[in-house]
């Protein structure tokens, strides 16, 4: 056999983010650093910087890297400032023999588009905080039945109006009349509650698929949130179903696909 061949080495550090579905669901994302120097370092700590977040954020998971190696460090997803601007974010990485601050590549925007979404959440809850309701309706049997999903909103009285545009299916469940709820609901916080019913079926009769879908009752919310700044506008944030209300929906998919 043929040697495998050497490896080029950079002769420096470099950093990049990543954000697996697993990292999504614990709040969390990675710093990854390739070492490209001729020798093995062992990182004692390692902080994250960015103007989006309020805060440093400090490195887990810390190990060796080898010389020509590749690993991921973990970060939390901390509060937002929901006032900064993406201005380029670093890494510090102290490893005993020395230390070093570098650029961090964010090529999806994992932070920026995180930020987004959470900050217009905060601005959500301030005016009327949107939840999934227990006490879901099913209306017919088998595999014609129909679940109505029941979405909430309860005004604060803080001030602010915003409107529920449409709806994202998810891997598991989908509207009952196309690819995804058209809602159109403007909710005002100083006005009544406003229940939002959307028909709802399976997306599939995959018992494996229920068994392991990651994300499968956490829902994208589109809105329009009224006023002026950085929040105003079309938004997106995620909408998970409580565990309670998990339940109900799965035991009317049991029936529906006739697990």
């Known amino acids: 056999m043929l040697p495998a061949p050497t490896p080029t080495l950079s002769g420096s550090l470099v950093a990049e983010l990543q954000q697996s579905s697993r990292d999504v669901a614990l709040g969390r994302f990675q710093v990854w650093l390739t070492n490209g120097l001729d020798h093995d370092i062992n990182p004692r700590r390692i902080v994250y910087h ?25 970060l939390k997803l901390i509060r937002p400032t929901c006032h900064g601007h993406e201005t380029g974010a670093t890494v510090t990485v102290d490893y005993g023999q020395g230390q070093v601050t570098l650029p961090v590549e964010d090529e999806t925007s994992v932070v920026g588009r995180w930020s987004k979404e959470r900050c217009a959440e905060l601005v959500v809850d301030k005016i009327a905080p949107l939840q999934w309701s227990p006490g879901i309706q099913v209306q017919g049997s088998g595999s014609d039945a129909v679940a109505l999903f029941r979405l909430t909103a309860t005004p604060t009285g803080k001030g602010g109006s915003y409107t529920v545009d449409t709806v994202v299916g998810t891997p598991l469940f989908t509207s009952a009349d196309g690819d995804f709820w058209t809602v159109g609901k403007r909710v005002s916080s100083d006005g009544p509650v406003v229940e939002m019913r959307l ?13 392991a879908a990651s994300g499968g009752t956490t829902f994208l919310v589109n809105l329009t949130i009224a006023g002026k700044g950085r929040e105003s506008g079309p938004q997106q944030i995620r909408l998970a179903m409580s565990p309670s209300v998990s339940a109900e929906v799965f035991a009317y998919a049991a029936e529906a696909c006739g697990f």
């Open 50 to 74: 960015d103007a989006l977040l309020v805060r440093p954020v400090v490195g887990g998971r810390l190990r060796p890297m080898p010389s020509g190696s590749h690993r991921g460090y973990t």
């Open 199 to 211: 028909p709802a079926q399976p997306a599939r009769c995959d018992i494996h698929a229920f068994g």
